[in-house]
C-alpha cells in the first residue's frame, strides 16, 4: 500500500522565528490517524529563522535525525558534543539515558531541515551525537545508505532501520527494495512513486510492499526512512 500525504494538508504551526509542518501528531498538532508510522514517531519540515533555534532542553529514548536541506544548524549538548552541520549532511543524536541539547541557526540566512525521531530498540544506552557530510552527485541507481542500525552506513541508530538520500536528474527511474515499512520525504522535485506523482514537500508511506520504483520527473532530491513495523521491533 502506498499513501501520499500532500505538502499542504501537513499539521503545523508557525511561532514566526519557527514555521514547522509536522507530518505526524505533534505538538499542538494531534491527528489519531497519524500517530507513527512503525516505530518512525515524528517528521517535522522546519524552517528557522537567521539567527534564532532551539533553546536548550531535554530528550531520552530516542533516535533524532537531522537532515539540513539548506543553511545549517549549530548544535551544543551537555555531554560535550558541538559542531556545525551545513546543508545536504545529516546529525544523529541518540538521547538515550538522558541529554540535554541546543540547535541555533547561527546563519544570516533561513535553515530548512527535517527533523525526524525514531524509537529506540532498547533505552538506557549511552546518548550519543555525530554528524557527516553526504555528496550532491546525482545517483544512477540506487540511493545511498546514509543511516543504520547494522554497521552498514556512516551513521549508526539504535534501531534496526535504515535512512537512504540521492539527488536525481530528471528522467532517473531507481528499483528500491523495501524492508519492514518506509516513508518517502520528496526534499526537492516532482517524483513517481510507482504510479503515483508526488511533489516537493509531500510525504509517502509505503507499506506491505517489498520494493518500489523511485523515477525523476524533474531534477528532485528525496530520502527514504525504512523502520520495523511496532509489532516487528520487539
Known sequence: MIRRYAYSD??????GWLD??????FGDYYDPQKLSHG???????DRIAPHTGFDAHPHRDME?????????????DDKGNKGRTAAGSIQVMSAG???????YNLEDQ???????????????????WETAEFPKTPVLNRLQLAVSGDGHAPLQIEQHARIFVGCLNKDTKIEHPIEGKAYLLISEGNIMVDDL??????????SHEVSISITAMSDAE?????VPGLQDAR
Open 197 to 206: 506523482l508526488v511533489h516537493k514537500g509531500d510525504g509517502v508511506a509505503v
Open 39 to 45: 516505530e518512525l514517531m515524528v517528521i517535522n519540515d
Open 64 to 76: 533524532i535525525i537531522t537532515y539540513v536541506r539548506r543553511g545549517a544548524i549549530s548544535h551544543e
Open 20 to 25: 514547522a509542518k509536522h507530518h505526524f501528531s
Open 110 to 128: 533561513e535553515t530548512s531541515l527535517y527533523q525526524i525521531w525514531i524509537k529506540p530498540a532498547r533505552n538506557g544506552v549511552p546518548p550519543r
Open 97 to 103: 539515558a538522558g541529554i540535554f541539547h541546543s540547535e
Open 222 to 226: 528525496v530520502l527514504v526512512i525504512e
Open 10 to 15: 501537513l499539521g503545523g504551526a508557525n511561532h
